[in-house]
């Protein structure tokens, strides 16, 4: 029950530093009451909670709970809790995140597009040598995942010219895209770039794995959506392979990526440390507090999960 007829909300991401929620989210909504954890105060009081990367049980303890909201795009943590609360859940869809997200893909492309490795690798041997690039609309890129993020990463890589190819659950109608469903496989043959965008669902796990990334030749992989997409192990044998040429992995299995493992030294793969589009509290602050109004309004949340396709 809310205190004193306040709202509470409480702010408990876990990894993630407070101060910048807490200022965006005041500066939203002055007239809830907001509280971060651990200082949750009376937990019968909480309304909602803003979360990331929470304890298994964690939601479980406030009794009065109308909706939990995510302040990252993927659920994935969320739902891995087997003590949920069936109460709704909302993900972030916020324009900063997602212009984020565009502008990490289409350099990384641009990056791979315009062979800067090649180009690296000449400068380190003090060679000079002019390559031939191929202009965008004869580069063929694929991105699995056609929602908020995906979709707008393909319309940013269709108007710089790309041929862009896209695999969703169900077929798109994205203007410059050419959408696909079904078999992986036969998507993959023909993308010089993948970029991946999908949610971690148990459909999705080890999507990008030996079988399917063999069907790509020389290609290079953008994974941006989480770690378990990709069978990790089966990296480096389809670089050896010539199956991909190079990777840029800005997740992993396991975060932070362990001292030592292989994929920090490999000059085919770039580590990026789960950094391609961290959510903006001052995009984001508002976009939460926006939908907790429209809850209390007696409307559904944007953006809802659904908890049985596990995105
Ligand atoms: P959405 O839910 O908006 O879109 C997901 C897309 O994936 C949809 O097009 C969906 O198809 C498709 N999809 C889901 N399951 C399958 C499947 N089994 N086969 C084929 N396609 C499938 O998600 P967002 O675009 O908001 O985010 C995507 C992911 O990006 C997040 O879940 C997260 O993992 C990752 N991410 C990573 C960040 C980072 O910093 N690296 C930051 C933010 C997000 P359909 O449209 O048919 O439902």
């Known amino acids: 029950m809310s205190a004193g007829g306040k709202t509470v909300v409480l702010l408990a991401c876990f990894g993630v530093r407070a101060e910048p929620w807490l200022a965006a989210l005041s500066k939203a909504a002055p007239d809830f009451e907001l509280r971060v954890w651990p200082d949750?105060?009376?937990?019968?009081?909480?309304?909602?909670?803003?979360?990331?990367?929470?304890?298994?049980?964690?939601?479980?303890?406030?009794?009065?709970?109308?909706?939990?909201?995510?302040?990252?795009?993927?659920?994935?943590?969320?739902?891995?809790?087997?003590?949920?609360?069936?109460?709704?859940?909302?993900?972030?869809?916020?324009?900063?995140?997602?212009?984020?997200?565009?502008?990490?893909?289409?350099?990384?492309?641009?990056?791979?597009?315009?062979?800067?490795?090649a180009y690296e690798a000449q400068q380190r041997q003090g060679v000079w040598r002019q390559l031939a690039a191929p202009l965008a609309r004869d580069r063929a890129v694929g991105v699995l995942g056609l929602g908020q993020l995906g979709a707008a990463c393909a319309a940013s890589l269709a108007a710089n010219g790309f041929k862009v190819r896209g695999w969703s659950r169900t077929r798109k109608d994205l203007p410059g895209v050419q959408s696909f469903e079904g078999p992986l496989e036969a998507f993959l043959a023909p993308c010089e770039v993948v970029v991946c965008l999908l949610p971690l669902t148990p459909a999705t796990r080890g999507v990008l794995n030996a079988a399917t990334l063999s069907q790509l030749s020389g290609a290079s992989l953008i994974n941006v959506g989480r770690g378990a997409h990709l069978v990790e192990d089966d990296l480096i044998p389809a670089l050896d392979a010539g199956h991909l040429a190079n990777a840029t992995l800005d997740v992993f299995a396991t975060e932070p990526l362990v001292a030592g493992h292989p994929f920090w030294t490999d000059p085919r793969i770039t580590v990026i440390p789960h950094a391609s589009a961290l959510t903006p509290p001052g995009t984001a602050g508002p976009t939460i507090v926006a939908n907790i109004r429209r809850h209390l309004a007696g409307q559904d949340l944007l953006d809802l999960v659904d908890r049985a396709a596990g995105y």
């Open 40 to 117: 949750a105060g009376d937990k019968d009081e909480i309304d909602y909670v803003v979360v990331w990367a929470q304890p298994n049980g964690f939601l479980r303890q406030f009794p009065s709970l109308r909706a939990v909201l995510c302040i990252g795009a993927g659920v994935d943590r969320i739902l891995e809790d087997t003590d949920l609360p069936k109460v709704p859940i909302a993900r972030m869809r916020d324009e900063g995140l997602t212009q984020g997200m565009v502008e990490f893909v289409l350099a990384r492309v641009l990056h791979y597009h315009r062979l800067m490795p």
